[in-house]
């Protein structure tokens, strides 16, 4: 019997611009609702939960063949994962199935393999529409520089670099600017 063919993933990378047309934000400050339960609390648990939400609305004008699909990002201004934003290459150096580091020899010598993250969050088509969802979380002050353009700057727009791998849409990058992304590349 043939051996099987390993599948290799193809990336495409794509640049959304997308003209806001909207948005929503929902910003808050709680006691932590794990202090008070004693299977999810221990010594390092934060008493106080703060946390930003915003989420855009708009359309898209750039490339042609997703100009018109409605788009709907919703940016979380807190860590998914604790000490995530101050993460370093080290802390995604790849490992073995016995969880000790990967290394490759280059040129003879020994060199550490790496896996970082594909984007900082996700993006995927909604069923049967020409409308798209993304989501992805930032540190609490890139969501407040955001707050600061939305209520006295018009028109907006994200520039979003989407990096697809088989099924999966990753955000790469995701920018907030005053400006129309594709008349800069024309001048």
């Known amino acids: 019997m043939p051996a099987k063919k390993k599948r290799v993933s193809k990336e495409e990378h794509t640049f959304l611009s997308i003209e806001v047309t909207g948005f929503k934000a929902k910003v808050g400050a709680a006691i932590n609702y794990e202090i008070r339960d004693s299977r999810h609390a221990g010594p390092g648990t934060k008493v106080y939960d703060f946390s930003s939400d915003l989420t855009f609305e708009g359309v898209c004008t750039y490339p042609e063949n997703r100009a018109g699909a409605l788009y709907s990002i919703d940016v979380h201004g807190h860590e998914l994962q604790k000490d995530r934003f101050s993460a370093t290459l080290e802390d995604y150096q790849a490992r073995n199935a016995d969880r000790s ?3 490759r020899k280059v040129r003879g010598e020994s060199r550490p393999v790496f896996d970082p993250p594909k984007g900082v969050g996700l993006v995927e088509k909604r069923r049967g529409e020409n ?7 930032v540190p609490p002050a890139t969501l407040n520089d955001m707050l600061v353009l939305l209520p006295s ?4 727009y994200l520039v979003v670099h989407e990096l697809r791998e088989g099924r999966q849409r990753w955000v790469v990058d995701l920018t907030l600017q005053t400006y129309d992304p594709v008349e800069e590349e024309e001048v």
Not at 131 to 137: D, E, N, P, S, T
Not at 153 to 156: Q, S, Y
């Open 153 to 156: 700057i018009t028109p907006l």
């Open 101 to 103: 580091r990967k290394y």
């Open 131 to 137: 409308a798209w969802r993304g989501f992805l979380w």
